[in-house]
């Protein structure tokens, strides 16, 4: 892709990978709101990062901008080379974009998550679990989910359009980042339009 059309957006300090050097580079811990127009944006940063700048293009109506995640210097050539496949973009229901994995956990003051969640119309636990793991599938129905037992081993999958819980109280994770209080209920499903993936 021709370089003008291409922006990358750095996050925490990172260094820009050698290959990205001569494209416009945009410090995204500062101007974050007002992201560039062009038509492929590069992301140097986390999966947290990721889904900041997936949460903007779709609030902003923009998920027709190509999206390219280059975490480490050697994926750098490949954001600027790869083709863009339109993938399922999974969100919950405040507009938060998730791109790596999403958990509901028990509370501070629990050890368990108590209520009922189900993936479209499987009931994926009713009762009390230690949590739940979701995670964005590149393919159709778009995530998938899981309970885990103790020590947080992993159940079986379950895939689906959209995941759901109501509980007395749980602790959502989105990529590693924990809201700030419990909920009683959350969602997490396939927004009608995908976004614009740049396989690494």
């Not at 999974?90 to 938060?96: K, L, M, S, V």
């Not at 793991?133 to 778009?142: H, L, V």
């Not at 079986?156 to 959502?172: C, I, K, S």
């Given at each position: 892709m021709d370089a003008s059309q291409v922006a990358v957006l750095l996050f925490g300090g990172r260094r820009i990978p050698r290959v990205l050097r001569g494209v416009p580079v945009v410090d995204a811990d500062a101007v974050i709101d007002e992201l560039p127009d062009c038509r492929?944006?590069?992301?140097?940063?986390?999966?947290?990062?990721?889904?900041?700048?997936?949460?903007?293009?779709?609030?902003?109506?923009r998920l027709d901008v190509e999206v390219a995640h280059a975490p480490r210097w050697w994926q750098g050539r490949r954001a600027l080379t790869g083709t863009a496949t339109r993938v399922p973009l999974?969100?919950?229901?405040?507009?938060?974009v998730i791109t790596a994995t999403a958990h509901w956990l028990p509370p501070q003051d629990a050890r368990t998550v108590r209520g009922e969640a189900v993936v479209d119309d499987e009931v994926l636990f009713d009762g009390e679990v230690t949590g739940v793991?979701?995670?964005?599938?590149?393919?159709?129905?778009?995530l998938r989910a899981r309970t885990l037992s103790g020590r947080f081993r992993?159940?079986?999958?379950?895939?689906?359009?959209?995941?759901?819980?109501?509980?007395?109280?749980?602790?959502?994770?989105?990529d590693g980042k924990p809201a700030p209080r419990p909920v009683r209920r959350s969602t997490f499903y396939r927004h009608t339009q995908g976004w614009l993936r740049v396989a690494s």
């Open positions: 492929r944006l590069v992301v140097v940063g986390s999966h947290v990062d990721l889904a900041t700048v997936l949460t903007r293009l779709l609030r902003a109506d999974i969100r919950d229901e405040t507009g938060t793991r979701i995670e964005p599938t590149i393919a159709m129905p778009g992993p159940k079986q999958w379950v895939a689906g359009r959209a995941a759901q819980l109501g509980t007395t109280g749980a602790l959502v994770v989105r």
